[in-house]
């Protein structure tokens, strides 16, 4: 009994299974499934194919490079530094630029400072003191300039002093001029240089073409001149939503996004950088705090006696950041099929949709559901049914019982 049982498993293996389809006349259920179909061959056709082109493989692993230069010169005439007039080597740190520089619009200078003591700052809520009692010697000013020495440094009739500390000195002055000392700094220009490459399709290119030299001297990048790679530094702070003047004064950092959204089917002439322009600080935040951006750095020198002076100064600027990003697609087959296989198990999905609308959702779903499904018994049940309802007969017809291989098979004709 298990050897056949075994055997028939083994052989149904081998069946064709196929499903039993039931035309339904329900327009209602007919219009929605068309309308299901279409809805998701327009999703397929315009969205994963146009828009998205899903039929292409695409490589987003962009190696990029970008190397920047300034040019503009300013002039100032300030007490510290007198007659000056400002070039590359001043104003942009660091000299060689990438994909990071910054431009130096205004500053505090503080000259000649040596090693000495000095007050420290009375703008600096650490080094505030009534007596000497409160500034301990060999104490590090918190936020200050130097180490305190012990002293309570007082002018006449006054009650409250600062202290005395070790440092460069004289201090540093918390006070920089309210208009931007390099405002000039807004016609200055850079030059972006950017060469990319996608490593999957070896495929290279940079903004900029391959022209005369006299078209980069004078060219200037807009609309018109995607392929001219020379900004104005005040169109750059404009475009990113500023004004050059307010944003020179306190520095800021400006974002400069360059994307390659390449489609490699269609020629290499259409693959363009597409530059986009934001303020990255927090200026525009509800409550900035410590907006702006600046540092510090220091020119040192030695006089004929061997003492080290330094110039220190505090600079003010607009920091750029130059991210490059992109995509480039190309047709394959095998992203072609794989979509187009999913578009059709989309459509089977709209048929399960519509299969239960038709079978739950309208009136006549249970005359639907006895087509669709069938119910079968096996021989036994039969037999059982048939000898229940030949039993109910006042007079049967006819009955016949044939005993085989230990096993009644039973006929019953019906009832008179």
């Known amino acids: 009994m298990g050897q056949v049982a075994w055997k028939g498993l083994f052989l149904s293996l081998f069946d064709y299974k196929t499903e039993k389809y039931v035309i339904a006349k329900s327009k209602k259920v007919g219009i929605l499934y068309r309308v299901v179909q279409l809805s998701i061959l327009a999703y397929l056709v315009g969205w994963v194919f146009i828009v998205k082109k899903g039929y292409q493989d695409t490589d987003t692993s962009l190696q990029s490079s970008v190397i920047t230069k300034l040019k503009g010169v300013a002039f100032t005439n300030t007490s510290e530094l007198g007659e000056r007039l400002w070039d590359v080597a001043d104003y942009v740190i660091p000299p060689q630029g990438e994909n990071v520089f910054f431009v130096m619009t205004n500053l505090i200078v503080t000259p000649n400072q040596r090693q000495a003591t000095c007050p420290e700052s009375d703008r600096i809520p650490d080094a505030l003191c009534y007596k000497d009692g409160d500034c301990r010697a060999g104490e590090a000013v918190v936020a200050g300039n130097g180490v305190k020495t ?192 999913s578009g059709l198990a989309l459509m089977g999905a709209g048929a399960f949709f519509c299969d239960l609308v038709l079978l739950y959702l309208i009136k006549k779903s249970n005359f639907y559901r006895g087509k669709k499904y069938e119910e079968q018994q096996d021989s036994s049940c039969r037999e059982v049914q048939q000898i229940a309802e030949f039993q109910q007969c006042s007079e049967p017809k006819s009955m016949l019982f044939y005993k085989g291989h230990g096993r009644a098979i039973t006929f019953i004709a019906g009832c008179v």
């Not at 006449?156 to 931007?180: F, H, N, Q, Y």
């Not at 220009?189 to 060469?195: D, F, G, H, L, P």
């Not at 060219?219 to 001219?228: A, F, G, K």
């Not at 400006?254 to 200026?283: M, T, V």
């Open 150 to 341: 012990g002293r309570c440094l007082k002018d006449r009739d006054s009650i409250r002093g600062t202290c005395e500390v070790l440092a460069w000195c004289p201090v540093e002055k918390r006070s920089k001029p309210k208009k931007p000392l390099l405002a000039s700094a807004e016609n200055f220009t850079v030059y972006i240089k950017n060469s990319i490459r996608f490593p999957k399709f070896k495929f290279s290119k940079m903004n900029v073409l391959a022209t005369n030299e006299s078209y980069l001297k004078s060219c200037r990048y807009s609309t018109e001149h995607p392929y001219c790679p020379i900004f104005l530094l005040g169109n750059i702070v404009q475009w990113a939503g500023s004004d050059f003047q307010e944003m020179a004064s306190e520095g800021g950092v400006i974002g400069i996004q360059i994307e390659w959204n390449c489609d490699l089917d269609k020629a290499p002439s259409e693959c363009n950088p597409h530059y986009s322009f934001s303020r990255l600080d927090n200026k525009f935040a509800e409550k900035p705090i410590s907006s702006g951006y600046n540092f510090r750095f220091a020119k040192y020198y030695r006089d004929a006696e061997g003492v080290d002076y330094r110039t220190l100064i505090k600079a003010y600027g607009i920091r750029f950041d130059v991210m490059v990003n992109g995509k480039a697609g190309k047709f394959n087959i095998i992203p072609t099929i794989i979509n187009i296989g």
